[in-house]
Every structure is written in structure tokens, then in C-alpha cells.
């Protein structure tokens, strides 16, 4: 079993930026690939970036791709996701969550993800 918990979230204007934090406990963090995932209100919940276990991959979804940065520290068993210039479509609740599987191609479906984190809120005022 994997523990998660997302912090770092909070108000910030547009054009700002925020990183979060994705701690882990339980089992060896760095067995796993780390996936970030939103949700705003009313919609579904979406892939925003993946990281491979030591890593070596990353991947972004089109609409963070060249603003948002994922990264790790197994070490410290932590995953990050330095946030640049916001827009307030950004506005949501963000989670991180474990894949076991091969890196083959970056993980993007909900439904490949084992362990999800409680959520840290993002609101980005225009």
C-alpha cells in the first residue's frame, strides 16, 4: 500500500506559478511511475503529466506542454509539479496517483493509476 499527499496548492493571479508536492510513505516510492491528474468543477478528471520511476520520462499533456514541469526525488520520495504561467483554466483540484506498470508510453487513463492521493486546490484568478 501506497500513501499519498499532495500539498503546495493555493490562490495565485494569472501568469503566476505554484509547485506542488507529492509525497509518499508505504511501499518503495521509486517502484512506481507518478502521474498528475485535475479536476475542475463540473468536468472530469484529466492526465496533466507523468514521471517514470527514476525520472528518465516525462510526459505532458498539450495543455500544460512548455508551462508546467514534473520532477522527482526518490530520496525523499517526493514528485513535484512546477506550475508557470497560470491561466485561470488551470483552476482545479490536482492529485497525484501511482502506475506499477512498464514504462512503455506515458500512463494518461484514470483507470491505469493504482493509489490516488486527497487533492491539493489550485484556484488562478484572472
Known amino acids: 500500500q501506497v500513501q499519498l499527499v499532495e500539498s503546495g496548492g493555493g490562490l495565485v493571479q494569472a501568469g503566476g506559478s505554484l509547485r506542488l508536492s507529492c509525497g509518499a510513505s508505504?511501499?518503495?516510492?521509486?517502484?512506481?511511475?507518478i502521474g498528475w491528474f485535475r479536476q475542475a468543477p463540473g468536468k472530469e478528471r484529466e492526465f496533466v503529466a507523468a514521471?517514470?520511476?527514476?525520472?528518465?520520462?516525462?510526459y505532458s499533456a498539450d495543455s500544460v506542454k512548455g508551462r508546467f514541469t514534473i520532477s522527482r526525488d526518490n530520496a525523499k520520495n517526493m514528485v513535484y509539479l512546477q506550475m508557470n504561467s497560470l491561466k485561470p483554466e488551470d483552476t482545479a483540484v490536482y492529485y497525484c496517483?501511482?502506475?506499477?506498470?512498464?514504462?512503455?508510453?506515458?500512463?494518461?487513463?484514470?483507470?491505469?493509476?493504482?493509489?490516488w492521493g486527497q487533492g491539493t486546490q489550485v484556484t488562478v484568478s484572472s
Open positions: 496517483a501511482t502506475n506499477s506498470r512498464t514504462w512503455v508510453v506515458a500512463p494518461q487513463r484514470l483507470n491505469e493509476y493504482e493509489y
Open positions: 508505504g511501499r518503495t516510492f521509486s517502484g512506481y511511475n
Open positions: 514521471i517514470s520511476r527514476r525520472g528518465g520520462s516525462t
